[in-house]
């Protein structure tokens, strides 16, 4: 096994920096228009020239045999998830998969990234985060909260759409664990990858036209009391249709077997991959391999592909990380000071596209709300402004507030 690894991470350095060399000359690109038909290409990217071209895409990947098509394996070189998330999106919008299926592997600093559809402060104290400099993005698939780290590989399988086979993926990922270090890892009903019923990863995908892709999380080696942390959220009632994360116990393959790292997940993975057939599970080892495209290094820059830049800003900005979150309500129970029995409220605090839009106090047994005058409202959401209003709310004394239950201020 030891010789194996040694031949696998020698072999992979050289495939890698061979590819560095040449990517751009390997791959063709499709621009992504409005219309599924009305699409244009354009020629192979090198870091100096974008000459465009035309070509036809091909609509029908179905009737392409398995022997017309290649697989590559590409290694992103950026550990910033905002660039991460471009360039995936970027090879969704722009790549031909037709004829040329991809394996993105990725790994990012310390993130923690909520589905398209999610609430990220019923995912996350946000306030924290920035504080510990853990980054919060949001991405453009579905699923659930993530916790990410230089311990963590993630994988993301581009194929045309009408080749999208999620569970074809995950047998890639257990086959390699089982392959490389004799672990056994199941499929559960959520597509979740579990060992001895501890998740191990967790999935989401993107499907559209005429491209799609599925992504999955490993968790090698990731800081567990990080990951516990950065997942707590404040306390406090929150109102939300936004779609929850379903909480599991978590693993690492390294507590499995402590000879897992991520550098050799990525190779294991890569080369089961590699040595799979395209649409079935079938192992076609070396001969299957040497006849793939191999390992790529990728270096997600402009220059590499063109408007990657303004796809990550867009990623970046907070009018979609926060403003994107659906409209949600927040309650939080009071008790003011007064006589010896005090007086209980609730506050409550609506927002939408992340603004708060209404903050009023009722009473537990009335539905009469009474706006709080702050200039706070119309302001950005977050744990510390909700802070804010309740440590001024507490200054507030009980026999004020009765006297504007009564109308009388």
């Not at 400099?133 to 659930?144: D, E, F, K, Q």
């Not at 309740?390 to 004020?400: F, P, R």
Request: aromatic share 6%; proline share 4%; net charge positive.
């Amino acid at each position: 096994m030891n010789m194996l690894l040694r031949r696998n991470s020698s072999q992979l350095r050289l495939l890698a920096a061979a590819a560095a060399r040449s990517v751009s000359a390997q791959v063709q690109l499709v621009r992504s228009s409005s219309t599924d038909n009305d699409s244009s290409a354009i020629t192979p990217i090198t870091p100096s020239t974008h000459a465009i071209g035309k070509t036809n895409i091909t609509r029908k990947p179905s009737h392409v045999a398995d022997v017309d098509i290649k697989k590559s394996v590409f290694i992103s070189q950026s550990h910033d998830i905002f660039t991460n998330l471009a360039l995936e999106d970027w090879l969704y919008k722009n790549f031909d998969f037709s004829r040329h299926h991809v394996l993105l592997l990725w790994a990012n600093d310390p993130c923690v990234v909520i589905g398209r559809h999610q609430n990220p402060f019923t995912e996350a104290n946000v306030s924290q985060l920035l504080e510990r400099g853990v980054t919060l993005a949001r991405r453009n698939s579905g699923g659930g909260a993530v916790y990410h780290d230089r311990g963590n590989l993630n994988c993301t399988f581009f194929t045309p759409r009408e080749r999208y086979d999620r569970k074809y993926n995950l047998n890639i990922v257990t086959r390699a664990l089982f392959r490389e270090w004799a672990i056994k890892a199941e499929i559960n009903e959520r597509d979740d990858i579990v060992i001895m019923n501890k998740k191990i990863s967790g999935t989401a995908a993107k499907l559209g036209r005429p491209n799609s892709y599925h992504h999955c999380t490993i968790l090698a080696s990731a800081n567990k009391l990080h990951l516990g942390e950065s997942l707590l959220k404040e306390e406090a009632n929150y109102i939300s249709r936004a779609t929850s994360s379903v909480r599991s116990p978590i693993r690492n393959l390294c507590d499995i077997n402590r000879n897992v790292n991520v550098s050799q997940l990525l190779s294991a993975v890569g080369y089961e991959y590699l040595r799979t057939a395209a649409t079935s599970l079938e192992d076609g080892g070396s001969a299957q391999t040497m006849n793939q495209r191999g390992f790529q290094l990728i270096n997600p820059t402009e220059k590499w592909f063109p408007g990657i830049e303004k796809l990550r800003a867009s990623y970046s900005c907070w009018e979609w990380v926060i403003g994107k979150t659906p409209k949600f309500s927040v309650e939080k129970d009071l008790e003011l000071k007064g006589d010896e029995h005090g007086i209980k409220i609730k506050l409550n605090v609506d927002v939408e596209n992340g603004l708060m839009t209404d903050i009023a106090i009722k009473l537990p047994q009335n539905e009469q709300r009474i706006p709080v005058v702050t200039p706070l409202l119309g302001k950005p959401y977050t744990e510390q402004n909700l802070r804010a209003i309740i440590g001024a709310l507490q200054l507030v004394s009980k026999t004020n507030v009765q006297q504007a239950m009564n109308g009388s201020i």
